[in-house]
């Protein structure tokens, strides 16, 4: 069965830090797909990053990196020199590549708030 | 281009009332997925269509609730007989093929508060 856990509920800190928010996952495919979206304030669902179960190369974006870890099942996400605008629940989610399984699977989410 | 619109943006109902929501999906897509987010809780699938076509209902509350992308026009999520459990942010996606594992891109949501 699949899953994606976020175990950290919220995260505070103080602009400037660094800060990385955990993923993990439970899946049988060989090949999947993973994700990570932010939900700011406002409500809507802004799109971050894909990556597939064959690419385990990390990747940066600006102050944004993930690292994706296959022995441990994990695709965190990492941001450098954090900023107010930051803050928001970030979702990690898993999609399984067959074609029965084009749900995707969210994690509960991690409330991130940077303070001033 | 413009993205997969969702109207209204928030939605209030009194108990025992009709929400109807709909959901435009990109240019050129056929499929569509709605989902529900209750509140401090990630997304939970209920339903994929593609026109005319219900594909998957199987994370729909089998009473009350219904969906349909028709031929022509937006998807409605019909959500009948308001309860306040009902209150939550829908959110519909949509994709240009089967798989959902493109970007899958989202509306901005319909915020539906049973008061």
């Known amino acids: 069965a699949q899953k994606v856990t976020q175990a950290q509920t919220e995260i505070s800190v103080v602009e400037k830090e660094d800060v990385t928010l955990d993923c993990v996952y439970e899946t049988r495919d060989t090949t999947y797909y993973l994700f990570w979206y932010k939900q700011p304030p406002s409500g809507e669902l802004v799109f971050l990053i894909r990556?597939?179960?064959?690419d385990e190369q990390n990747e940066i974006s600006g102050r944004y990196s993930w690292n994706f870890q296959k022995s441990t099942s994990s695709f965190n996400f990492t941001i450098t020199a954090s900023q107010v605008v930051d803050s928001a629940v970030y979702f990690c989610a898993l999609s399984e590549a067959e074609d029965s399984n084009y749900q995707l699977i969210w994690g509960a989410g991690t409330k991130l708030i940077i303070k001033p | 281009n413009a993205g997969v619109m969702q109207n209204p943006r928030h939605l209030v109902r009194r108990r025992g009332q009709e929400a109807r929501l709909r959901c435009s999906p990109m240019?050129?897509?056929?499929?569509v997925y709605w989902y529900r987010q209750l509140p401090e809780e990630g997304l939970k699938f209920m339903v994929y269509?593609?026109?005319?076509?219900?594909?998957?209902e199987s994370g729909m509350p089998k009473e009350r609730f219904s969906a349909e992308f028709p031929k022509e026009g937006p998807s409605i999520l019909r959500i009948q007989q308001v309860v306040r459990g009902d209150s939550a942010a829908y959110f519909c996606a949509s994709s240009p093929s089967l798989r959902v594992n493109t970007e899958a891109f989202f509306g901005q949501g319909t915020r539906l508060t049973v008061v």
């Open positions: 240019k050129g897509h056929s499929h």
């Open positions: 990556r597939n179960s064959f």
């Open positions: 269509l593609q026109k005319e076509n219900i594909i998957d």
